[in-house]
């Protein structure tokens, strides 16, 4: 080991400042962090050459007094922070004092600044962290810094740097984030003398998500705006139909903040399971307000991640917030007469477009789910099974809860000594506001006698897959295995009893981890309720003797696996529904399949509880319901224009 010594300054600072500024773009978001806490309303970015020669940012802000300009380069200078408490309570988003000094410690700075109360600006040169020139100046109100050259004095650093446009890439998307997380500043970005894009600034965040995301991604929002404990999320997410193949949408901010954090993405993709397709990611522009004691923001140098004091209530906020959101706005998707879809953003939902529907009461007296003979089928008999819905004796499973404006019809029977009070659902959301549950009320203008709007009318099948039916002036295309294995999906998730096993002859031994054998030993109880029957020999061996009648084709070791596996992860993410996929797997199974044959009555019959049950996309996420208007069908035999 060597001789311990002081470092030169020179090399501290440059150690120093590449925790700071990694790339051009770390020098640019530093750049823009000041002016916005300078309250700018403009600010022009300029690069050249991926920002590596040159970078130019100028504000329309306060500007810096002239006596404190050389202190702004100094380390950990700055007048954001005071006393050990104020970091506990930074709203703004630079505070350390590194970034100027970062930045002028590998390049040539040049600054020019003035105040609104000051008759002249100043003019001030840096490069390598030592002073060139200073002196009064004319300018206009505000900052602009320029900076050149930057890594010169890095050779490793410019090594390991990308192409220009790669990197020019990575400033262009910095610029677009801050433009997001202040929609009332305007903000103009201009590449290698082009003119890349200009937002309004007129504090609309639409506005700045229509410049900086682009019309598919602005066509396919839906507002959040939620309220959990101290936490508010506010923002815009994306229907499930505009997912896409990684998170590069995802645009999470705290106090306006933009942060990366895994925690945040999870709790977004949380609210989507069962909505969104395997390996889709939603998109969104977020942004979550909360009291500056409870995050701490002095994570890393570069300020990306944030520490909460209690991620559940953060998980929780958001989680809900989405769901939220897409239980009030997700709308059907309509096709255009080319084939394309007609936009997205539109605050009608399945609930209002079936209003006119008639449907059962107690929509789960009607078809079973687990608990009886008629999940005990092979596909090629669902549809005798089916028929057992319209037999007056046929006995239902287990009830729901009826509605408060319902009233039990009299029967002879009707003893209430006997009567045995039902266990409510589970699965139920807890946080979502009222307002998402509530159906369209009934205006007072309208008679009580007149239809308010249409009935659908089953017109028949195509392919033996699609439900064709009529709806005002709309054709709707229904999907009917999707639509029937998300139903039995839901129904297994709300239901709360035992589903039906059969014993095996042949029981199957298994060999399992000792983490697995704990986790079906500790919980007997669930593993009797999903149907499947373990007795348990020396760790970690157990014997399935029985396996649920819904999913009679399964492998019952591969069944007691995945339970296991399932506990095991509840354990880690409470946050999760942990036997959805096992419901997954059971529901499409159960489903009525593509292609099998089944009569108007039963089609009738299944689009009723699907529209009453508000099904909008299968378990898988692909979407159950799509809808052709009749003036797009008018265009294609060219009636209209």
């Not at 020019?168 to 910095?174: K, L, P, V, Y």
């Not at 901010?253 to 609210?271: D, G």
């Not at 709707?476 to 009893?497: C, M, P, Q, S, W």
């Not at 109880?525 to 007795?535: E, S």
């Amino acid at each position: 080991m060597g001789k311990i010594h002081l470092l030169d300054k020179t090399v501290y600072e440059l150690i120093a400042a590449g925790q700071v500024v990694e790339k051009p773009f770390s020098a640019v978001k530093e750049l823009i962090e000041n002016s916005i806490d300078a309250d700018a309303k403009n600010i022009v970015v300029e690069i050249k050459n991926g920002g590596r020669t040159y970078i130019r940012v100028t504000d329309n802000g306060s500007g810096i007094a002239a006596e404190d300009v050389p202190l702004a380069f100094a380390n950990h200078a700055t007048s954001k922070v005071v006393t050990l408490e104020d970091i506990e309570s930074i709203y703004t988003l630079g505070f350390r004092g590194e970034a100027l000094a970062s930045i002028s410690a590998m390049s040539n700075v040049q600054l020019l600044t003035k105040r609104r109360e000051d008759e002249l600006g100043f003019r001030y040169e840096i490069e390598g962290g030592v002073e060139l020139s200073s002196e009064s100046a004319g300018c206009p109100d505000g900052t602009t810094v320029v900076v050149r050259n930057l890594f010169y004095n890095t050779p490793a650093r410019q090594k390991y740097m990308y192409r220009d446009v790669s990197e020019g890439n990575s400033i262009a998307s910095t610029v677009q984030k801050m433009a997001l997380s202040h929609p009332e500043i305007s903000f103009k970005f201009i590449r290698d003398n082009k003119v890349e894009f200009v937002t309004s600034g007129d504090g609309e965040l639409l506005s700045a998500i229509y410049t900086v995301l682009g019309k598919n991604f602005y066509d396919s929002c839906i507002p959040v705006d939620y309220k959990f404990m101290y936490v508010t999320v506010k923002g815009y997410i994306t229907k499930p139909l505009a997912s896409r193949a990684s998170r590069t949408y995802q645009n999470f901010y705290v106090n306006s903040r933009y942060v990366k954090k895994i925690l945040l993405a999870t709790a977004l993709e949380e609210a989507y399971a069962n909505r969104i397709m395997s390996g889709k990611n939603p998109g969104c522009v977020l942004n979550i307000s909360l009291p500056s004691n409870v995050v701490d923001i002095n994570v890393q140098p570069n300020k990306l991640d944030v520490r909460f004091r209690d991620d559940d209530t953060i998980f929780t906020a958001i989680n809900s917030a989405a769901n939220d959101a897409l239980m009030k706005f997700d709308s059907p998707e309509e096709i255009n007469a080319d084939g394309s879809r007609i936009s997205a953003n539109s605050s009608v939902t399945h609930r209002q477009l079936y209003t006119g529907v008639t449907t059962p009461s107690d929509r789960y007296d009607q078809l079973s789910f687990g608990t009886s003979s008629s999940v005990r089928r092979q596909s090629t008999a669902y549809t005798s099974d089916l028929a057992k819905i319209f037999m007056k004796d046929y006995i239902p499973p287990y009830k729901s809860k009826q509605n408060d404006d319902e009233v039990a019809a009299p029967t002879e029977n009707n003893d209430e000594k006997n009567r045995v009070e039902e266990p409510e659902p589970e699965n139920k959301y807890t946080y979502i506001s009222e307002q998402s549950f509530a159906k369209p009320v009934q205006s007072e203008a309208v008679s009580a006698d007149e239809d308010v709007s249409p009935e659908i009318r089953v017109i028949g099948e195509a392919f033996k897959t699609y439900i064709l039916a009529e709806c005002g002036d709309d054709i709707l295309l229904v999907d009917k295995h999707a639509a029937h294995e998300r139903y039995i999906f839901e129904g297994l998730k709300r239901n709360v009893t035992t589903l039906d096993s059969q014993m095996l002859l042949n029981p199957a031994h298994a060999t399992l981890t000792y983490e697995q054998y704990d986790a079906l030993h500790d919980n007997q109880d669930t593993c009797k309720r999903l149907g499947v029957l373990v007795q348990f020999g020396v760790p970690p061996m157990v014997i399935i003797i029985g396996s649920p009648m819904i999913a009679q084709d399964m492998d019952p070791t591969d069944l007691a696996v995945q339970i296991a596996d399932c506990i095991i992860e509840g354990k880690k993410n409470k946050g999760k529904d942990i036997f959805d996929d096992l419901y997954h797997t059971f529901a499409c199974k159960a489903a009525i399949k593509a292609n099998s044959d089944t009569n108007i009555v039963e089609l009738e019959y299944l689009m009723k509880l699907i529209t009453e049950e508000d099904i909008r996309y299968c378990p898988h996420g692909r979407p159950v319901l799509v809808k052709l208007s009749k003036r797009e069908i008018e265009k294609m035999f060219r009636r209209i224009v």
